[in-house]
């Protein structure tokens, strides 16, 4: 009997149109639109929470860990806040996709809430 593949074993696909989207297309921070569709696409808010959360504790749990000064440990966090982000970004798709969901654009965020 053949077995029906995971969303993990496919790769991620659109909400929309089901079809999968390559993941150098995919944008974890902010919405994409579907290579197939078009229309917008976006990670869940907590696993985009997830993301910040895990780069933030990296970025200041390494340098305390790491016994650093005062003046040492603050340029360590500036300087691994962007490189940590940046990083999980690109392994957390790979290793954790996320289940994708179509972007819900705000009509007042469009018309800037101008009367």
């Not at 696993?47 to 440990?73: E, N, T």
Request: aromatic share 10%; charged share 10%; with cysteine.
């Amino acid at each position: 009997m053949p077995m029906i593949p995971t969303e993990y074993e496919i790769g991620i696909c659109c909400p929309i149109c089901k079809q999968q989207i390559p993941l150098q297309f995919i944008h974890l921070l902010s919405p994409f639109p579907c290579t197939r569709c078009g229309k917008d696409v976006i990670a869940p808010t907590g696993y985009r929470r997830c993301v910040y959360g895990a780069g933030m504790l990296i970025a200041f749990g390494a340098p305390y860990f790491m016994g650093l000064g005062f003046i040492a440990y603050c340029l360590t966090s500036i300087v691994l806040i962007p490189v940590s982000g940046v990083v999980l970004t690109m392994l957390l798709r790979i290793v954790i996709p996320p289940k994708l969901e179509a972007a819900k654009v705000s009509q007042e965020f469009i018309t800037l809430s101008l009367k």
